[in-house]
Structures are given as structure tokens and as C-alpha cells.
């Protein structure tokens, strides 16, 4: 049989991920839907078939499914967790997992508390690219160098709920830079030292204070060391992730990732130019498996106080003016 699974928040990432996973995935089906919007609301009900609902716990009382993928505005993200905990319903929650270390520990509390299980959305987790990057790290000696950026460009970054830090928790860092963020910590561990710079001042006549662009440093006790590039007002569009080590480096870009020689020549690469948009099935399905038991959870709370702790540390040490260790904002 499959897991009876809800969608609660009906935004972009439901439309373009979530809902299209969902219609793929052989072992979940779409059972019910929830936004806060009644006028998109009737009309996603009405090409979905499914029960809809502008309260989630309306939802959850209704349809009782065995997991809900939240995707809702960052700030509405914990008590919607909270009404599926209480209720023993599981969750897929998209990123990020919470907008503070402190609400973080909370919710993990909770996620516990209720005996259900919270797995946090990376669909970069689960494609052959990314997966296969620490391969390559192992062949280019001892990594000393970061290179990272993800920029893009939006005419408005200051737009919605999306520019008030308040409601966020941050701007381009604890959003977009998450998936940077991530790699970051999945590849290598939490840094030992970090300290970031930005600024809301791309569109200054808007008067948004979540930073569209931020520069951030870091360092591990391993001698290893880098900075990173996020922005949501910087054309091209780009991704990169780029270590040096003592005998080589690894060139991760978006559908591709390459060794390459001290003299940067191209010894082995993989590519995926025609993979099929399927992450989000691949997610949803490997969630299922995490319900039956047959796979670990390694995205839950647990591994997100420490994506909290190095977002927290780079507000902190702009306020700071030093570097800040992250594991002190656990």
C-alpha cells in the first residue's frame, strides 16, 4: 500500500517539486491539500481532485495521512510541525529546517516528543552528481581551498515575506545559501570558525533588511579554508563548488563535476546533462523507506542544529565583527 501524504502549502517549491514527486512516486499518493490562500486553493483543488483545506490542522483531523510535505513561508514552518507532531504525523519538511538554533532544538524536541519522523528537503542528496563528489575528494590528496558561489538574479529580492529578516530568519544565507551550505556540511563537517558580510542594498529605494548578497569565510582545524559567494541579485546564473587539495581538485557546477590535475587539466569528469527532473520522487520515496525502516534518516533534526549553528554564526559574527565558532550557537 501506499503512504497517504498531504501537501501543506501550495507556494512554487509545491508546484514545481513536491506535487509532480508526489504524482511520480510508486510509493506515495497525494490524499489531501492546504493553503492559507482559498482563491489558489480552489484552483489547485480543482486540477488536483483531492480534499483541500486553509488550516492544516484542519487537515490533519480530516484526512489523518501518514506524512505531510510542509512547504510553507519560513516563519510559518514551526507550528505547522508542531500540529503534525501532536498528531503523530510524519513530515518532509522543506528547507530550512528552522530559522534559529534555539527553534531548531525545539522543534527537534518536539519531532521526538511526538515519535514522529522529520526529514528535511535537498533533492542535491539524491542526485549522482553530488553524491558522487566525495569520491573525487579523495583523490586529489589533502584538501586545503573552498570555493564556493551560488548567485542569481530576481528583479525583487526584497519581495514578500522572503525580504523581512524577521519572518525569514535571514535572507540569501539562510535560503538559497542553504543548498550551498549543505554540500558544505555533508562534504566536510561544521567549520571551526566562520565570518560573513552582507547587505540589503541592491534595490535601496525598496527598504527590505534581509541581505540579497553576502560573502562568507570559513576555516576547519584541518588547515582547510575557503569563502563562499551567495546572491539573489548577481547575474549569471551560477553554481560552483570548488576544492583544492595538495595532488588535484574537484569542480562540482550544476549537472557536472570533474578532477582535475595541479595544472587543472580534466582527468575524469561525470555529467548528467539529460536527467530527468526526479529528485523529488527519489526523495519522497527514500522518506518512505525511512517510514518502513528500511533506510537511516540523514537529513533530520539532529544533523539540521548544525545547518542552524553555521547560518546563526554568520548573522552573529557580522553583529560580532570577529569569527564565530559555530558549535558555541548549538
Not at 589533502?142 to 524577521?166: E, Q, S, V
Not at 579554508?225 to 541579485?233: D, I, K, N, P, T
Not at 525511512?290 to 553583529?319: M, W
Amino acid at each position: 500500500m501506499k503512504r497517504r501524504a498531504a501537501v501543506i502549502g501550495l507556494g512554487h517549491q509545491a508546484l514545481e517539486d513536491h506535487l509532480p514527486g508526489l504524482l511520480g512516486s510508486s510509493r506515495a499518493e497525494l490524499v489531501a491539500v492546504c493553503d492559507s490562500d482559498p482563491n489558489i486553493l480552489r484552483h489547485r483543488q480543482v486540477s488536483l481532485q483531492v480534499p483541500a483545506f486553509t488550516r492544516a490542522a484542519d487537515l490533519l483531523d480530516a484526512v489523518h495521512p501518514d506524512f505531510a510535505i510542509v512547504a510553507v513561508p519560513h516563519h510559518a514552518g514551526r507550528a505547522v510541525i508542531e500540529e503534525c507532531a501532536g498528531r503523530g504525523v510524519h513530515v518532509l519538511k522543506e528547507k530550512p529546517f528552522a530559522t534559529s538554533p534555539a527553534e531548531a532544538r525545539e522543534l527537534a524536541s518536539v519531532c521526538q516528543a511526538g515519535q514522529v519522523e522529520l526529514m528535511v528537503t535537498l533533492q542535491r542528496r539524491f542526485n549522482p552528481i553530488y553524491i558522487s563528489v566525495a569520491q573525487f575528494l579523495d583523490q586529489i590528496g589533502t584538501p586545503f581551498l573552498i570555493d564556493g558561489r551560488y548567485t542569481f538574479h530576481i528583479d525583487d529580492p526584497g519581495a514578500g515575506w522572503r525580504g523581512d529578516a524577521k519572518q525569514a530568519g535571514g535572507g540569501c544565507i539562510i535560503d538559497m545559501g542553504y543548498h550551498l551550505i549543505d554540500l558544505l556540511l555533508w562534504y566536510f563537517g561544521l567549520p571551526s570558525r566562520v565570518i560573513a558580510d552582507f547587505s540589503a542594498t541592491a534595490l535601496p529605494e525598496v527598504g527590505y533588511d534581509a541581505e540579497d548578497t553576502a560573502v562568507i569565510q570559513l576555516g576547519y582545524d584541518s588547515d582547510l579554508y575557503g569563502s563562499v559567494l551567495l546572491s539573489r541579485w548577481a547575474a549569471p546564473k551560477s553554481e560552483k563548488l570548488h576544492v583544492v587539495g595538495t595532488r588535484g581538485s574537484v569542480l562540482l557546477t550544476k549537472g557536472q563535476v570533474q578532477r582535475l590535475d595541479l595544472g587543472g587539466t580534466v582527468v575524469e569528469e561525470l555529467a548528467r546533462p539529460y536527467a530527468p527532473a526526479s529528485a523529488a520522487t527519489v526523495q519522497i520515496d527514500y522518506f518512505c523507506r525511512v517510514l518502513d525502516g528500511e533506510r537511516p534518516n540523514t537529513s533530520g533534526p539532529e544533523q539540521h542544529l548544525a545547518h542552524a549553528a553555521f547560518i546563526a554564526s554568520c548573522y552573529e559574527s557580522k553583529t560580532a565583527g570577529r569569527y564565530i565558532d559555530p558549535k558555541e550557537m548549538l
